[in-house]
Nanobody
Framework: QVQLVESGGGLVQAGGSLRLSCAASGITAMINCMGWFRQAPGKQRELVAAISSGGSINYADAVKGRFSITREKAENTMYLQMNSLKPEDTAVYYC?????????????????WGQGTQVTVSS
């Protein structure tokens, strides 16, 4: 199986930056696509960004131009650089991975999940 552990969340003022990390362990050869989802109170979990093993990347419209997803395969680690943060970015951010090679935006299509890390952006 695969284990995912996020780190890097915290409290930041609007306009600031944070970098999230996701470390994968276990049978990492099972992973093709990885992604970051977020869930704000009272809202559904939504895709923020995802990256395939081939390097294809998708971003949610709300974060395009502000967030950047990268993946270091040798280290089994994925990152999310978040710049120009806004209060509406406040949420629990989850790392996710799936065995399939096509990026999907639906949470149920991801087999593996981290525990989540809180990101709070103050105005």
């Amino acid at each position: 199986q695969v284990q995912l552990v996020e780190s890097g969340g915290g409290l930041v003022q609007a306009g600031g930056s944070l970098r999230l990390s996701c470390a994968a362990s276990g049978i990492t050869a099972m992973i093709n696509c990885m992604g970051w989802f977020r869930q704000a109170p009272g809202k559904q979990r939504e895709l923020v960004a995802a990256i395939s093993s081939g390097g294809s990347i998708n971003y949610a419209d709300a974060v395009k131009g502000r967030f950047s997803i990268t993946r270091e395969k040798a280290e089994n680690t994925m990152y999310l650089q978040m710049n120009s943060l806004k209060p509406e970015d406040t949420a629990v951010y989850y790392c996710a991975a799936r065995r399939g090679g096509i990026i999907r935006a639906i949470p149920k299509d991801y087999e593996y999940w981290g525990q989540g890390t809180q990101v709070t952006v103050s105005s």
